[in-house]
């Protein structure tokens, strides 16, 4: 039961998001969106440090010295892995004009949805080996922190749903099909997660490696992505405090909670 609520959780995030586009009159707001984008950035990066990076170092403590090995290793192919994705996908960042990837004849709403599913990848496999391990019995990695990164990635997933599903109304789309396209983008999480579940029997041994993996994924997300774009033109500000509020807010949920 708490595999299925934490599989499900960050997809209720992202479809609560894609809400919004209901209430919209026009294009987002440029203070909403630079707030929105700072604050998921923010969470990722709490979500990284203290639900997959230090339990990653723990589960290593007793090699001494050298405990950092496996999140080192881990975080640098997952940093890799998305670099792979960004390199040979066909997308495109919402804002920009300019597509990324191998050439493709893909729609524009197309290459955004694909931007979405790229780093929602990691944050579905972030779920799904913290559950993992959780519910397979490893001491380090409890169910509750495994439901509270789940909380996390779902609050960070809140702004998401809004950001794919309001440009995509605003580029004249209807709102209906553009909730629900919102909506579909975080459908990459929940299997993910699953599929990182189902492989709990290869990743027990090696789970400092995958929880760093996963981190290593997110941060580039955040680093190439987020941050890039919530530092563009004006208000620059909001999503640097919008920032600091999601890394505290995610912080204080996994310490308190966990």
């Not at 595999?3 to 026009?26: D, E, H, K, N, Y």
């Not at 789970?207 to 890039?228: D, K, N, S």
């Not at 774009?229 to 919008?242: D, F, G, V």
Request: charged share 10%.
């Amino acid at each position: 039961m708490e595999i299925a609520i934490g599989i499900v959780i960050p997809f209720l995030g992202t479809s609560l998001g894609a809400v919004l586009v209901f209430f919209m009159r026009g294009k987002m707001n440029e203070k909403v969106e630079k707030v929105l984008l700072g604050f998921a950035g923010g969470v990722m990066v709490a979500a990284s440090i203290f639900s997959l990076i230090n339990p990653a170092l723990e589960l290593s403590s007793d090699m001494g010295k050298f405990a950092f090995v496996p999140a080192t290793v881990g975080f640098i192919i997952g940093i890799i892995f998305i670099l792979l994705l960004d390199t040979f996908v066909p997308h495109i960042h919402e804002g920009s004009e300019e597509s990324e990837g191998l050439k493709s004849n893909f729609r524009k709403t197309t290459k955004m949805m694909l931007a979405v599913t790229i780093h929602n990848i990691p944050e579905g496999m972030a779920v799904g080996v913290v559950l993992a391990g959780a519910v397979y019995g490893n001491s380090v990695v409890s169910i509750s922190g495994a439901l509270v990164l789940a909380i996390g990635i779902a609050i960070q997933n809140f702004p998401e749903g809004a950001i794919i599903s309001m440009p995509l109304y605003a580029e004249g789309m209807s709102k209906k099909k553009s909730f629900l396209l919102g909506v579909l983008s975080g459908g990459v999480e929940p299997i993910a997660a699953a599929l990182t579940i189902l492989c709990v029997q290869f990743i027990t041994p090696i789970l400092p490696y995958i929880l760093a993996f996963a981190a290593g994924a997110m941060i580039y997300v955040v680093v190439e992505e987020l941050i890039p774009e919530s530092q563009m033109h004006s208000h620059t500000n909001l999503s640097t405090i919008a920032f600091a509020l999601g890394f505290v807010i995610m912080m204080v949920l996994d310490v308190a909670l966990s």
